[in-house]
C-alpha cells in the first residue's frame, strides 16, 4: 500500500488551502491507482494543533494528535504541501510543522509543493522558498508545483485543473510502480559516471594532451 500525506495548513474554515489540498490528494490518488498501485491518502490539517506547534518548539517534544502528525509523515511514502501565502513567502503554521520534524525524516521523501494566495504576485513563491525548503529538508521536489490565486478557482479554462493533474502524475511517476521507470532513466548516466572514474586518465598525460602531444 502506497501512502500519501497531505500536509495543508490554511487558517479559516473552510479554507482555499484546504480546497487545494483536496484537489491534489483526490488528483494524486487517481494518478497512483492508474499505475496499478493501492494507495492511501490521508490529510494532516495544521490548523488544530497550532497550540501543540508553539508548545513543542519551547519544549521539544510533541505529544498527541501533533505526534500522531508527525507519525504520519515520517510513514508516508510521499508528501503533498501546501501553504497559504501572507506577507510572508510561507505561513508561519506551516514553516513551524516543518521546524518540528526529526533531521532526516524527509531524506529522499518525493513532494509536491502548492500555495494559496490573494493575488498572482506571490506565485514566485514555489521557486523562491518551498523548493528551497525542502531541498533543505533532503527531500525529493517534483518539477511542477501548483500556485493558487483566488481567481484561479473560478477560472473556466481549466489551467488549474491541468496543473494539479501534471503535478500528481510527477509525484506518482516517483512512488512504487514509477520507481522502475525513473530508475532505467538514470541508470545509464550513474554507470557512466562509475566507468570514468573507475580508470582515471594519468595526471602527466592530460597536460600533455593539453599541450597537444597526445598519446594514442
Known amino acids: 500500500m502506497t501512502g500519501v500525506v497531505v500536509v495543508s495548513a490554511g487558517l479559516s474554515v473552510p479554507s482555499s488551502t484546504r480546497l487545494l489540498a483536496d484537489q491534489l490528494g483526490t488528483a494524486v490518488e487517481r494518478a497512483v491507482s492508474a499505475r496499478g498501485a493501492a494507495v492511501e491518502v490521508e490529510h494532516v490539517e495544521l490548523r488544530p494543533l497550532a497550540h501543540s506547534l508553539a508548545d513543542s518548539m519551547l519544549s521539544g517534544f510533541a505529544s498527541g494528535d501533533l505526534a500522531a502528525a508527525i507519525a504520519k509523515v ?9 501553504t497559504p501565502v501572507f506577507a ?81 502524475a510527477e509525484l506518482a511517476a516517483l512512488l512504487p510502480g514509477g520507481a522502475e521507470t525513473a530508475g532505467a532513466e538514470r541508470g545509464p548516466r550513474r554507470d ?3 566507468d570514468r572514474f573507475a580508470a582515471p586518465v594519468d595526471f602527466e598525460q592530460l597536460l600533455r594532451e593539453a599541450g597537444g602531444d597526445s598519446i594514442r
Open 192 to 194: 557512466l559516471v562509475e
Open 88 to 168: 510572508a513567502p510561507c505561513s508561519g503554521l506551516f514553516k513551524t510543522f516543518f521546524d518540528v520534524l526529526e533531521q532526516g525524516v524527509l531524506d529522499g521523501r518525493p513532494v509536491l509543493v502548492a500555495a494559496t494566495a490573494g493575488t498572482a504576485r506571490h506565485s514566485l513563491v514555489l521557486d523562491h522558498a518551498l523548493r528551497p525548503l525542502f531541498a533543505y529538508l533532503h527531500a525529493v521536489v517534483v518539477p511542477t508545483g501548483v500556485f493558487a490565486a483566488s481567481e484561479d478557482f473560478a477560472g473556466s479554462d481549466g489551467a488549474l485543473t491541468k496543473r494539479i493533474e501534471r503535478a500528481a
Open 74 to 82: 515520517a510513514r508516508a511514502d510521499a508528501l503533498v504541501a501546501v
